[in-house]
């Protein structure tokens, strides 16, 4: 089925370790998001995308890197892991900033 | 399959009309439901959640949300939307184990 694959659905990481989360679409979608989901927070924008080579930073950037070298993947890589970084990972693609967004299932990240 | 479908693609609506957007999951344990809205060139807020409890949630900027547990429904409701509720909608469900969102609603409020 069409649609947002993200991968893995669970982690957990021991403070330091890097990592990085996957996601994939196949809709041919220009614009990628990563968001992190908190208790009491909702949703937060980490790094987003408007097309393959173009990556631009979010609200809460810090400890996190992207690249965006086709319009499929948007990797977000965890440089250093602290427990501050636990949380719910959502990536989301759309075709446009003003269309709909498809999310993918998420990746549930602990820091221990 | 487990989902979140929300059947209102597009709503159009006046300023002082009231709103009703549909949310439907298919789920038969335990969930945790949540209405997020993104305005126009904005990320994702969380407008409202339940968890338990009462089953009518009311959350920010005067949204409410009633979950029908017989219905698999949890539908946003505002009594008299304004012009600035012009947005997209979504709606989102929690099992434990995996999130499910809705494709969202564009509302349209015309002043």
Redesign the interface.
Known sequence: NAGVTQTP?FQVLKTGQSMTLQCAQDMNHEYM?W?R?DPG?????IHYSVGAGITDQ??VPNGYNVSRSTTEDFPLRLLSAAPSQTS?Y?CASSYR??Y????G??TRLTVV | AQSVSQHNHHVILSEAASLELGCNYSYGGTVNLFWYVQYPGQHLQLLLKYFSGDPLVKGIKGFEAEFIKSKFSFNLRKPSVQWSDTAEYFCAADTGNQFYFGTGTSLTVIP
């Open positions: 659905k998001s968001y989901q927070m909702g949703l937060r924008l979010g609200e719910v959502f900033d003003t709909g967004y498809t999310f299932s998420g």
